[in-house]
C-alpha cells in the first residue's frame, strides 16, 4: 500500500499570502495518479486537481499541482477567504489511499 | 448536472449489517466510463476509500475492508449499494458515495454530501 504523508498539518496564513502543502509518497506513484480535494466543515470533499497538475472544471487558477514521482505539491497563489480549508491528496496509480489531510487556517 | 445522494439507516448494532443506497440523478449509471465507490471518513479523520464497482460488474476493495464489503449496482433504479458486515464502533462514520471518471484517471469527480452512520447498541 502506497502510504501518503502530508506536510504541514496546519498551516497559518493571512488572507493574500501563498500557500505550499506537500504530499510525499513512500513509493512512486504510476503515472502521476495524484489528485487533490478541499474539504470544508459538514461538506464532502471536492475535486481540485488531478493527474498531478489537471485543474477540475470550474477550478480557479489560483490553485495548482505539481510534482512527479513521489514528491508532490498544491498551491494557492493567494488565499482568498473561502480557501481555508482541509485539503487531502489522493494517489490512485496503486489501488487507492489517502493522505491525512492539511488545514489552513486563518492566522 | 450529475449528483449523488447516499441513503440508509444512521443507526446500527454491533455484529450487524450497514446497507446503504447512493442513488445517481442527472446521467445513466450504465453510461460508461466512470466507476461508483464508496469513501468514508471517521469522525474528525481523514478519508478512507472502501471500494467501487464498474456498472459491468468489476469491483475492487480496500484491502483491509475487503472480507466484510460487497458493492453492488442496479441499473433499473441507477442506484449502487454497500453492505458492511459484522461492524463495530470503528465503522463509526461519515459514508459518501462518489464518482471516478475516466477523464480524471480515477480521482472522484462527483460526491454525495454524505450520511452519518453510527454503530451503537
Known amino acids: 500500500e502506497i502510504v501518503l504523508t502530508q506536510s504541514p498539518g496546519t498551516l497559518s496564513l493571512s488572507p493574500g499570502e501563498r500557500a505550499t502543502l506537500s504530499c510525499r509518497a513512500s513509493q512512486s506513484v504510476t503515472s502521476n495518479s495524484l489528485a487533490w480535494y478541499q474539504q470544508k466543515p459538514g461538506q464532502a470533499p471536492r475535486l481540485l486537481i488531478y493527474?498531478?497538475?489537471g485543474r477540475a472544471t470550474g477550478i480557479p487558477d489560483r490553485f495548482s499541482g505539481s510534482g512527479s514521482g513521489t514528491d508532490f505539491t498544491l498551491t494557492i497563489s493567494r488565499l482568498d477567504p473561502e480557501d481555508f480549508a482541509v485539503y487531502y491528496c489522493q494517489q490512485y496509480g496503486s489501488s487507492l489511499t489517502f493522505g491525512g489531510g492539511t488545514k489552513v487556517e486563518i492566522k | 448536472q450529475v449528483q449523488l445522494q447516499e441513503s440508509g439507516p444512521g443507526l446500527v448494532k454491533p455484529s450487524q449489517t450497514l446497507s446503504l443506497t447512493c442513488t445517481v440523478s442527472g446521467d445513466s449509471i450504465s453510461s460508461g466510463g466512470y466507476y461508483w465507490s464508496w469513501i468514508r471518513q471517521h469522525p474528525g479523520k481523514g478519508l478512507e476509500w472502501i471500494g467501487y464497482?464498474?456498472?459491468?460488474?468489476?469491483?475492487d476493495y480496500n484491502p483491509s475492508l475487503k472480507s466484510r464489503v460487497t458493492i453492488s449496482i442496479d441499473t433499473s433504479k441507477n442506484q449502487f449499494s454497500l453492505k458492511l458486515t459484522s461492524v463495530t464502533a470503528a465503522d463509526t462514520a461519515v459514508y459518501y458515495c462518489a464518482r471516478e471518471a475516466d477523464t480524471t484517471g480515477g480521482a472522484f469527480d462527483i460526491w454525495g454530501q454524505g450520511t452519518m452512520v453510527t454503530v451503537s447498541s
Open positions: 493527474y498531478a497538475s
Open positions: 464497482m464498474y456498472y459491468r460488474g468489476s469491483t
